[in-house]
């Protein structure tokens, strides 16, 4: 069983479009809310990481739309490590609505570590130790 | 062999993120581009196919990011029907970089059909015909 | 003396540009946050009052960039009504960096009412009572 | 009589808002659109003053909105230089929609030159020059 970190999405108006609904790029946008909440959770603070010079490159995403968010609903999403190499890193989502229980959202993203945001570099041992601490942990 | 729709993609400041990069979150706008620019080219405004009461909801997407692509770039998106059915359709797309001839993104989107953007119903005789056209047609 | 409602804003690693710092358009964005919230806190949650069939169209925006906002700070928002009619309202903001205490932004919005979205209307006298309460109060 | 640089705004279904119009903070970036539109034409595309070490930082902006924008319409923005300093530089903007010949927004920015995006410095020469040439230049 993997940790899941659990934190609430602020919904903002201009996040909809004209179907009346939150606009599907801007899942992509609440998945890096929810993975920089995980990485914050467990000591990684995302910007300090790219202050450190470590960049996360996203290299492949996927997401099934399961029910649309409206503007005015209470939103979650969940994430957790699902996959933890030195190169690389997969991270899970779901998104819920509060109000109804409606699992709205799941998806996944792979990321990459680079130095220079160009090529591709093992995580440096601190990072890799305190990201990996969250594989194989229970939230019960 | 499928019938590709090419369009220019016009990168705008505001897409960039402080990783002087594209943000992964635009890729799905961009696809937007292409997939609506795909159903003009055969006779579908997308505007008009809202207008006429027809929506077309994200149900699924993937997305692999190959290189990253720079404000200031010329960039091309190629965007084709791989799937036609009455109650689905999925696009692939391809994005380049027009300068260095490389692929930048490769990705899908699995849309549904619906009248009152809730429940799903199956496309219309008129827009099916118009966008199946695209299947099984060479660009060479 | 006018009533300030403060909130703070949850910064997106997507409201970045590849200046480094929150992009310029992002701030109106900001003030919507900061307008709705106020509204929320009067008893107005903003959806609820488009349900009702009531919008509020922005007519006019200034700001005042003092100072960038990066990714990371801790920011919040302050926003207050000066003009309150019943064919538009006027809403000033300011945004400030708490690590610091810098005054980062300053603007103003104003808004009319709508019915049908193209045409303008008098709010209602449920709303105008609710956010004419703001209108000279102190929160000292 | 001030030079008018005039390009068309390819305006994205994400670019929309619940309300059915384009979102009011698409308009800076529309503006911005404008903006290096304009000092591309006249010898300076933004990314390359950039990567010269020179940005153009956002320091004012205001706006008034005459009538919203739909997915589908055609747009167009006229960006003028209305005033050019050696520290500083304002653009007015003018969006029309160009189906019904309706003037549907208005405003102007301020910027500040920097090397560092921290301190602001004058504009260097070589820029200088090539962008005041556009003032009291008519396009008439």
């Known amino acids: ?49 790219e202050e450190d010079g470590i960049y ?20 979650r999403i969940r994430t957790g490590v699902v996959r933890m190499k030195r190169r690389l890193m997969t991270f899970q989502y779901e998104i819920f609505n509060e109000n109804t229980g409606d699992l709205t959202y799941t998806g996944t993203s792979t990321h990459l570590f680079s130095r220079d945001r160009k090529k591709t570099c093992d995580l440096p041992e601190k990072y890799y130790r305190l990201l990996s601490n969250m594989m194989g942990i229970s939230d019960k």
Request: aromatic share 12%; glycine share 8%.
């Open 56 to 75: 996360m490159m996203v290299a492949e995403m996927t997401g099934r739309f399961h029910k649309a968010i409206r503007y005015g609903e209470s939103v």
């Open 1 to 49: 069983m993997t940790y899941w970190s659990t934190c609430p999405l602020h919904i903002r108006y201009a996040d909809t479009d004209q179907m009346g609904v939150v606009h599907n790029s801007v899942y992509a946008v609440y998945c890096e809310i929810g993975r920089t909440h995980l990485c914050k959770e467990n000591g990684v603070p995302y910007h300090e990481m």
